[in-house]
């Protein structure tokens, strides 16, 4: 069998949440199957992280916006590779395309209501697009892949689509995640010391950064030791309205905002982390969950959509909405040793669940059963 695989943003230098899922799935493909033929689709870019081989093949397309590139030029160019099956990776796809498709539907975000307050025209372009194709193609899948029970409950309930359309496979994470016993002082690229607080955050709202925020002011009025803040990839002016729409700027001296951190650095930044803080209103998954658990950091996570279901039941969950909540349980894992190294190796544990060969297993089964 011939399969296309949409992986349009995988060769971009700076990756983030789809990207990775997609090209951890397709470097597990090309190890567990040498029988089927592959054609993935790409965009020129710096990071030419997948290779050739006898049955991958990387097709290159250039176009000048995404719509452009998914609407046109893929289809044509699936169509010219003669592929049998196409996998679109990023919960949108061609309206227009003669070949049988299988959708990665990652959320519904884009049917819920928008925060009016989200300024970014990448995100409220990305929103609109979305809201424009989906519902258009979606009868036209033949399966419909999610990343969590969570979310298959969501799409089915409000999009009235039958179980038997729909597939769940968890994501993994990658190996190299894992308790490093010398982490080569990679930390100092981005702060000073060990034994800060890690929180990946960003303008996105679900992201929850601002009220993050007011529970580590919050954290630092009542902590002994004041361990700084280690953020990545937040924009300045986002972070500086944010400190005068709620007075903390007493925080400023602790925070350290390097920009973007390689994925190659993470595990070192993980692991020398006091604590992880995963405090989203809302996930699909939560791939950074699984990396800080398999770092062996205890991670602070939410109560809500996905991340209880994949941090299991003895994961630390709070509800994101309650600043205090947070703040309370970064003075808990500060004050009792004991706590805390019970959740570290409860974190341990559960990571082992998951991995992308099980991911990458399940999906060759899907395109099997499709065929």
């Not at 609407?71 to 049988?100: D, E, F, M, Y």
């Not at 769940?168 to 060990?194: A, C, S």
Request: hydrophobic share 40%.
């Amino acid at each position: 069998m011939k399969i296309g695989i949409e992986a349009q943003r995988i060769f971009r230098a700076n990756k983030h949440g789809m990207d990775y899922v997609v090209l951890q799935e397709i470097l597990q493909l090309q190890q567990i199957d040498h029988e089927n033929e592959y054609f993935v689709f790409v965009k020129p870019g710096p990071d030419r992280c997948v290779s050739e081989s006898a049955n991958m093949h990387i097709v290159e397309l250039t176009t000048p916006s995404y719509p452009l590139w998914e609407q046109w030029a893929l289809p044509r160019a699936a169509k010219k590779a003669g592929v049998q099956l196409l996998h679109c990776t990023s919960n949108t796809a061609p309206i227009r395309c003669s070949i049988p498709l299988v959708l990665t539907l990652h959320d519904i975000i884009f049917l819920e209501p928008r925060d009016k307050a989200n300024k970014s025209l990448y995100q409220n372009m990305g929103w609109f697009y979305r809201r424009l194709v989906v519902p258009r193609i979606l009868p036209r899948c033949r399966r419909i892949i999610t990343v969590s029970q969570f979310e298959l409950r969501n799409i089915v309930g409000k999009l009235h689509i039958p179980e038997e359309r729909m597939a769940m496979i968890y994501n993994g994470y990658n190996e190299w995640f894992r308790v490093l016993n010398d982490t080569h002082d990679v930390y100092k690229k981005y702060i000073p010391q060990k034994g800060y607080i890690f929180f990946l955050g960003n303008t996105d709202p679900k992201k929850n950064t601002e009220r993050t925020l007011i529970a580590y002011a919050r954290y630092l009025e009542r902590s002994a030791v004041k361990r700084p803040l280690l953020m990545a990839d937040l924009d300045r002016h986002y972070l500086d309205s944010i400190i005068s729409r709620n007075h903390i700027g007493h925080i400023r001296q602790h925070l350290h905002m390097p920009g973007y951190i390689p994925n190659s650095d993470l595990p070192a930044i993980y692991n020398d982390a006091f604590c992880f803080l995963y405090t989203s209103l809302r996930e699909s998954f939560g791939i950074p969950l699984l990396e800080g658990m398999a770092c062996g950091t205890p991670v602070i996570t939410s109560n809500t959509s996905s991340m209880p279901e994949i941090g299991g039941p003895d994961a630390i969950l709070v509800n994101p909405e309650q600043a205090d909540e947070i703040a309370d349980m970064l003075i808990r894992l500060e004050t009792d040793p004991d706590f805390y190294q019970q959740k570290r190796e409860v974190g341990l544990q559960r990571a082992r669940l998951f991995s992308w060969q099980r991911t990458a297993e399940q999906l060759l089964s899907l395109y099997h059963e499709i065929a």
